[in-house]
């Protein structure tokens, strides 16, 4: 009778694990509007639109949008029109990745995905409004090593804003996040 129940406990268990491991749990961090030093924008900027497609490449990465949006020739600064009036993107595709990998939010950057020009970028992300503040979407994977040596993968979602760096929340389900605590 006990080696039943320790049974099915186990079963339980490990199918509460696989469950919760596709719901994501989110983790606010900053509100993405305070200023973050040494971030500018660059002039090495160019927009793309193909068909319904928008976005801007800046060096090797890119970042679609569904936002409008307009580039100032003098400056290169791109401009997106958002529900609160236009917003300039102060932070390119390139800076907000190299912040999010840095942080160490996730391993690996995992490319939206895209036709034409944006398709052959290095990495793209997303950029979208989000409570009047422009963000990128960053998709990727963070790699664990469980018990030190048994590598093992969960996915990532990072919010980090356009107009300053800050990552402002992530998305990881509970088996990522309990990864995240055991594992280094």
Known sequence: MIKLMVKILAI?????????????????????????QGVTSSKNVRLVAEGSEKGFVSGRDGAVSTLSLSQDQKS?????????????????????????????????????????????TSKLVTLKEEGGVLIYQINGVKEHKLLGFIPLKSGVKASVSAENGQVIETQQSLLGRILNKVSP
């Open 12 to 36: 339980v268990f490990v199918a509460g694990i696989l469950i919760s491991s596709n719901i994501p749990i989110t983790r606010s961090y900053l509100d993405g509007k305070s200023d973050v």
């Open 76 to 120: 290169g600064t791109i401009k997106a029109s958002t529900s609160v009036g236009e917003k300039e993107v102060a932070v390119l595709p390139d800076s907000a990745i190299k912040n999010t990998l840095a942080s160490k939010v996730m391993s690996y950057v995992t490319s939206a995905s895209s036709k034409g020009e944006l398709a052959s």
